[in-house]
């Protein structure tokens, strides 16, 4: 029987049925949408995801913690024994390699958003594959979801044979389908309208069965969500690239310029004396610090070597490079509002989502949300060497035509360390609100730290003085390294600073402010025992001898940081810890949801925290593996062994850590350079949460998420 005629087999009762009469209850029918997560262009995406959940999910109730015991099914590596890497390694199961380098490498090539242009961007239109095949689709405003639909299993027990089915669109003048097939086969309709006015979206669906029975289900109706972020690291993912560098078993990397000769570079290097009066960065006084892991590259996997200082060198090295989703921003998939997405879609099978995540490393709400702001990688490929405005970015996407009408802010403005402050005049075109292609139902956002010089602060507390990374805030243009009283002077126009974004938001996009969920951030300067990093300086930081923790400049730094947690307390509702009687944002605040309840969770597992039951082996697998002179093998492990996205106790990443996750080096100078180590260690994204961190806000954010996707606006509860 084909699609496009009616079947004599097909009862008055279910036509009565598929015209609106529905003659059953509607759990007879179970119907889902196929490839949900829109940010996914493909069913095997969503559909590893889909496997964890139900596995991290059971038959009980909703795990209050299901998002982390999903990304735990994920990221688990694959081995009998994971209490170390070389351990891990030797009982390495038929999915380590993959285990290993953690479930985004699978999907990054998959995603709705064009990594490869320039300026990086989503786009317009996506080509999304389904079980019947393909379908090119508006990314924003799709017109069709895909849903499959199942006879109820305890229905169809002693049935055999076919079953008719038969369906046609709720809107007026819908044209009937009808399929017949095995009564067990699911239902696949390829096109189920999708509309913003309710009443023109979905199907309704009757089948009958070979018994006489009918089945009907009136309102087959997807609900299609559009949800946004916008803000900066701490929602970026930066720290967790989603396909993480290898590095070499046996090669290392000796930062030193002075050795790029081509007599040293045709063979294996040879052992370097370490430098006097230059530092130690490990434990065993006869390691030299300028001597770490390399790359793996093509010309190892080839079995040969490329000259250090040619451009072949370069080529490889940069083509051995962390994969981001977006490289300029250091923004991945592992980030919290992606894992957020996720599982909105994996609870509700009847809802579809559509996200667009801008956000972006560095950002601030002025030079990011509303100015173009320096890249953390990239700067130097065609049109690389700005990130446009976050809300900029957000317009293009959501805008039918080019009408804009234009709105301008008084934004307070300053560059990093330096504390003279003066307010700046910034016009913004906005698209007519007739003219934005759908409401957004949800932003999630992380923004402020950034604002206050989040990062000029833990360059402080890790290093004795500016004049050693000089260099690198010339490499950056501003400062990297200023105390509490700078930032002191920013927190006091942080209120206006968030006021302005409260309107841009209501002005350009018409989102209402209790649909903002902003999240607080998570303390990062605990031990396991909740006191104060610092007791062991170097502990996670050996990758460069330049770096170790201040426990007075720490605590100095932690104590600003309870005042900005405050103050953004304060600024968000109008109350909370010692609030300014004169903030702009008024008594009421910015009516944003400010979210802290996932705060207890990171109380004891900051940058320093090592595992309670094996702190000493924890401790030791903290440092960066190096080689001895002499010695064959890499302690404590070797780098070819590195488990980024394993579990640990600790929720930060150290700057070991981000050396061997991401491993950013500073494009326009010498990759040997010996600033390198520690440029990489600072802005590969050290002091940013781990994947396993972005799973556990992702749990809090979702119950909050719920109160606002749950409930149905004008246009759902007209349908219903």
């Not at 007599?263 to 130690?280: R, S």
């Not at 490990?282 to 590259?297: E, F, I, Q, W, Y």
Request: aromatic residues 8%; hydrophobic residues 35%.
């Amino acid at each position: 029987m084909g699609r496009h005629s009616l079947s004599a087999a097909v009862s008055a009762a279910a036509i009565l049925a598929i015209c609106g009469i529905s003659t059953t209850q509607a759990q007879d029918l179970q119907w889902q949408v196929e490839n949900p997560f829109r940010f996914f262009k493909s069913t095997r995406s969503f559909a590893l995801h889909e496997a964890a959940f139900n596995a991290a999910r059971g038959k009980g109730e909703m795990p209050r913690d299901v998002v982390w015991r999903t990304e735990r099914r994920l990221n688990d590596p694959d081995c009998k024994d994971s209490s170390t890497p070389d351990r891990c390694a030797a009982t390495a199961g038929k999915r380590y390699q993959q285990s290993r380098l953690g479930w985004a490498a699978q999907t990054l090539s998959d995603t709705c958003y064009d990594r490869n242009a320039r300026p990086r961007r989503y786009s317009a239109t996506c080509e999304r594959v389904y079980s019947w095949g393909r379908a090119r689709e508006d990314y924003v405003l799709p017109e069709a979801h895909t849903v499959s639909i199942a006879i109820a299993p305890e229905k169809l027990a002693g049935v055999s044979g076919d079953c008719t089915w038969m369906w046609r669109p709720r809107r007026t003048g819908g044209k009937v389908e009808t399929l017949k097939q095995a009564c067990n086969n699911r239902l696949t309709i390829a096109r189920v309208p999708y509309s913003r006015d309710a009443a023109n979206s979905g199907v309704s669906v009757a089948v009958t069965l070979p018994d006489g029975r009918q089945f009907a289900e009136r309102d087959v109706v997807v609900e299609d969500l559009f949800i946004v972020a916008l803000g900066d690291s701490f929602a970026s993912g930066e720290s967790n690239p989603d396909r993480p560098v290898q590095f070499s078993p046996s090669r290392e990397m000796v930062y030193d310029p002075t050795l790029l000769q081509d007599e040293v570079a045709m063979g294996p290097q040879p052992e370097i004396p370490p430098v006097k009066g230059f530092g130690l960065s490990s434990s065993d006084p006869k390691t030299n610090p300028k001597v770490l892991p390399r790359r793996l590259m093509e010309d190892e996997l080839a079995e040969r070597f490329l000259r250090l200082s040619s451009p072949e060198f370069r080529t490889a090295f940069d083509r051995a490079s962390a994969q981001w989703l977006s490289n300029d921003c250091h923004r991945s998939q592992y980030g919290y509002p992606i894992r957020v997405g996720l599982q909105l879609a994996l609870e509700n099978r009847h809802r579809s989502i559509t996200l667009a995540t801008f956000t972006c490393s560095g950002a601030e709400i002025a030079n990011g949300l509303f100015l173009e702001m320096d890249p953390r990688q990239g700067f130097s490929e065609p049109n690389g060497k700005k990130v446009r405005a976050q809300l900029d970015q957000l317009t293009e996407l959501l805008c039918r035509s080019d009408a804009r009408r234009q709105s301008t802010y008084a934004l307070p403005m300053y560059s990093a360390g330096n504390t003279s402050i003066s307010t700046q005049n910034v016009t913004k075109s906005w698209c007519p609100p007739d003219q934005r292609k759908r409401p957004i139902d949800m932003v999630m956002m992380s923004i402020g730290g950034n604002d206050v010089g989040f990062g000029g602060l833990v360059a402080y507390s890790m290093t004795e003085s500016a004049a050693d990374f000089a260099p690198i805030a010339a490499w950056v243009g501003s400062s990297i390294r200023f105390s509490p009283q700078v930032s002191r002077v920013y927190l006091e126009v942080l209120d206006e600073r968030m006021k302005v974004l409260k309107d841009a938001l209501q002005q350009g996009f018409g989102i209402e402010p209790p649909r903002v969920l902003q999240t607080t951030y998570e303390p990062i300067q605990y031990d396991e025992n909740g006191a104060l990093c610092g007791a062991q300086p170097t502990l996670g930081l050996d990758v460069h001898p330049g770096l170790q923790l201040h426990r007075g400049r720490l605590k100095e730094t932690a104590d600003f940081l309870d005042e900005f947690l405050g103050r953004l307390e304060c600024i968000a509702n109008g109350r909370g810890r010692s609030c300014p009687g004169n903030l702009a944002t008024g008594a009421s605040g910015t009516g944003f949801k400010l979210i802290t309840d996932h705060v207890p969770e990171f109380t004891k597992r900051g940058i320093c925290a090592r595992d309670p039951k094996r702190a000493l082996a924890d401790g030791i697998n903290m440092r960066v593996p190096r080689r001895s002179p002499g010695a064959d093998e890499f302690r404590p492990y070797s780098p070819a062994a590195t488990l980024p996205y394993a579990r640990h106790w600790r929720l930060f990443r150290t700057p070991n850590d981000a050396f061997l996750t991401a491993h950013t080096h500073r494009e326009g100078v010498s990759a040997f350079d010996i600033l390198q180590p520690a440029y990489a260690g600072l802005y590969s994204g050290a002091i940013h949460p781990t994947a396993e961190a972005h799973a556990i806000v992702a749990d809090y954010v979702v119950r909050h998420a719920r109160g606002i996707v749950d409930k149905p606006r004008p246009a759902q509860q007209a349908a219903q």
